[in-house]
């Protein structure tokens, strides 16, 4: 059903690196940019990254992100109990599933 | 500041219609690009629609789970955009986001601010 293909969860310790892979296709990923966004429960999504690796004011450095092909990962480093939340990643999909595309969402939970 | 606030949720029928609000504030309502999201309870972000500005004729463009059923239209006047839902089905159960699409310097589009979300529960 969803076009981008996230692992459903992710889970680290205080501290710790965590990374998110988001896959896709050359019709997406392959040639758009890729986005993610934050959610808490309770709450509406909230830009992270956008434009592959670019990060809006007042988003901490310890998020990043990353493509290279037709995959994009999102990582967190130095990982902290407020970031437990579900991470989406969405793109441009030039082919009849867009234009726009989400991944399932992964669930980081900080042990 | 941006902002965006949904409105319209409701508890209907199966088959019935219904018209959702953003109403919009902190920016020029009328040089932007508009989608609508939702999450169905419990589930993931699906793209629903997109309206562009005026400047790229207003056009519109549907998923196809809605394609036929939804509508998408905008009030530059008033920096409101709707969504005109008929013939909704049990599927159509979920939050509704209304979104601000952004260029990039790159060109690439992205939602940089969202709404709150309004509640649409489909149900005999």
């Known amino acids: 059903q969803f076009v981008l293909t996230q692992p459903p969860s992710a889970s680290g310790t205080p501290g710790q690196r965590v990374t998110i892979s988001c896959s896709g296709s050359?019709?997406?990923?392959?040639?758009?940019?890729v986005n993610w966004y934050q959610q808490f429960p309770g709450s509406a999504p909230k830009l992270l990254i956008y434009s592959n690796n670019q990060r809006p004011s007042g988003v901490p450095d310890r998020f990043s992100g990353s493509k290279s092909g037709t995959s994009a990962s999102l990582a967190i480093s130095g990982l902290q109990s407020e970031d437990e939340a579900d991470y989406y990643c969405a793109t441009w999909d030039d082919s009849r599933n867009g234009p726009w595309v989400f991944g399932r969402g992964t669930k980081v939970t900080v042990l | 500041e941006v902002l965006l606030v949904e409105s319209g949720g409701a508890l209907v029928q199966p088959g019935r219609s219904l018209r959702l609000s953003c109403t919009t504030s902190g920016f020029t309502f009328s040089d932007h690009v508009i989608s609508w999201v939702r999450q169905a309870p419990g589930k993931g972000l699906e793209w629903v629609s997109v309206i562009r500005s005026e400047i790229y004729g207003a056009t519109t463009e549907y998923a196809e789970s809605v394609e036929g059923r939804f509508t998408v239209s905008r009030d530059d006047s008033r920096g409101i955009a709707y969504l005109q839902m008929n013939n909704l089905k049990t599927d159509d159960t979920a939050i509704y986001y209304c979104?601000?699409?952004?260029?990039?310097?790159?060109?690439?589009?992205?939602?940089?601010?969202w709404g709150q979300g309004t509640l649409v529960t489909v149900s005999s």
């Open positions: 979104v601000r699409d952004i260029r990039s310097r790159s060109g690439y589009y992205y939602f940089d601010s």
């Open positions: 050359h019709s997406n990923i392959g040639g758009n940019a």
